[in-house]
């Protein structure tokens, strides 16, 4: 039903975000993609409907090559969930979820009846949310229409990025259960995303596992229980051993993209603007090879840009970790001596992203919860 084949996705400034995914995606199949933040699972959905186009290879949805159908039409046939729920924030609840039917040129009636169906699936009194715009729902609540938004025409293919991502446990677990039981009536093809492997362990008929663009394991839940390939598919799943991760474990399951990384030639007063909109407090720089030349935080950027200098200029070397020798450990250390994160390099100085400690938490809440649980 969906193919990929040999497919690669390089962004314009050199992020090679999926390297050479192969993937056969059958007929009312339910696959859940999982890996660590910026591996790649957001660029792979996005070019199956042609939100981005694929740099290399190919992918087929039915049968067709993708790049031979008209993208509008395309997409009127897949439900799409994206990351950040994005409703229309002029819209009503029940318009919210019409857009596709409408486009579909479902009539008033039937779109109406649609919509009372939909809500009510998802647990939500039609009468009392139908008329509510969006910022009057809770996030969770946002999600869920996001998520009905998607299922409205009941179309073939169904792409979901982390739509249970913002709800509470309870919620969460309750749509788990209705998506399981629709998709046992329906057959839809679903692809999925998920940072929980407990989410997808639940939902998936198969996992792929992906880590920096590339597929670790592509199996079925008890498959990838019984038989990870190697010890980064091991920590993301099973239980105990998430559980007994050691301070002395390897640093690669909490690494994650950087805030800002930018070229080595760019203007500093661009950087620190950039930084004012977007929050983080340092920028990673990186050149066109994905060579790290440094790291560079707002203090000294302010510096060199009131002299109308480079980003290159106002780096610093001392705070890194490579991977191969580096611990959670030494990370955890360095992370309590200064707030600011720390980037992870390969042997020969190649970039692969940053340990915050936000990684640390994250990490430590589901060691908690497991214990708990
Ligand atoms: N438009 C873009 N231009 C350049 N690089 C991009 C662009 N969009 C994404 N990337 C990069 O491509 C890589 C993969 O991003 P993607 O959004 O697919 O990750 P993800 O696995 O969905 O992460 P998350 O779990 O955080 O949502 C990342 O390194 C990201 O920074
Ligand atoms: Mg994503």
């Given at each position: 039903m969906v193919i990929f084949e040999n497919v690669r996705k390089v962004y314009?400034?050199?992020?090679?975000?999926?390297?050479n995914l192969n993937l056969e995606i059958k007929e009312g199949e339910f696959v859940v993609l999982i890996g660590?933040?910026?591996?790649?699972k957001t660029t792979t959905l996005k070019m199956v409907n042609r939100l981005e186009e694929c740099t290399a290879g190919k992918i087929y949805v039915d049968g067709n090559?993708?790049?031979?159908?008209?993208p509008v039409k395309l997409r009127r046939g897949i439900g799409y969930v994206i990351?950040?729920?994005?409703?229309?924030?002029?819209?009503?609840v029940a318009e919210n979820i019409g857009i596709v039917p409408r486009l579909h040129k479902w009539e008033k009636n039937k779109i109406d009846k649609r919509v009372d169906e939909l809500l009510e699936m998802a647990g939500l009194n039609p009468a009392q949310y139908?008329?509510?715009?969006?910022?009057?729902?809770s996030g969770g609540q946002q999600q869920r229409i996001g998520v009905l938004r998607a299922l409205a025409v009941e179309p073939r293919v169904v792409l979901m990025d982390e739509?249970?991502?913002?709800?509470?446990p309870i919620s969460r677990d309750r749509l788990q259960n209705e998506l399981l039981e629709l998709q046992k009536k329906l057959k839809k093809t679903i692809i999925f995303v998920t940072h929980d492997i407990d989410e997808a362990l639940k939902l998936a008929d198969r996992i792929v596992i992906m880590r920096q663009g590339r597929v670790e394991q592509i199996d079925t839940p008890s498959e990838l229980k019984n038989n990870p390939v190697n010890d980064f598919v091991k920590a993301f799943i099973g239980e105990e051993r998430l559980a007994k991760?050691?301070?002395?474990?390897?640093?690669d399951i909490i690494i994650e993209e950087p805030g800002l990384k930018v070229l080595p030639d760019t203007k500093a007063s661009l950087v620190l603007n950039h930084l004012e909109d977007i929050g983080p407090e340092s920028a990673q720089v990186v050149d066109r090879n994905g060579k790290w030349l440094g790291m560079a935080i707002v203090p000294d950027i302010k510096k060199v840009a009131k002299l109308g200098g480079y980003i290159k200029e106002a780096v610093r070397l001392e705070r890194k970790l490579y991977i191969e020798e580096a611990t959670l450990r030494d990370a955890a250390e360095m992370l309590a001596d200064r707030d600011l994160p720390v980037p992870i390099l390969d042997e020969n100085n190649i970039f692969l992203g940053v340990v915050t400690h936000n990684g640390i938490a994250r990490l430590t809440i589901s060691r908690l919860q497991r214990k708990i649980s």
């Open positions: 314009d400034d050199g992020t090679v975000a999926v390297n660590p933040s910026g591996c790649g090559d993708i790049t031979t159908v008209d990351q950040q729920i994005a409703l229309m924030p002029h819209l009503s139908k008329y509510r715009l969006p910022d009057q729902l739509p249970f991502g913002a709800l509470d991760i050691s301070p002395e474990a390897p640093i």
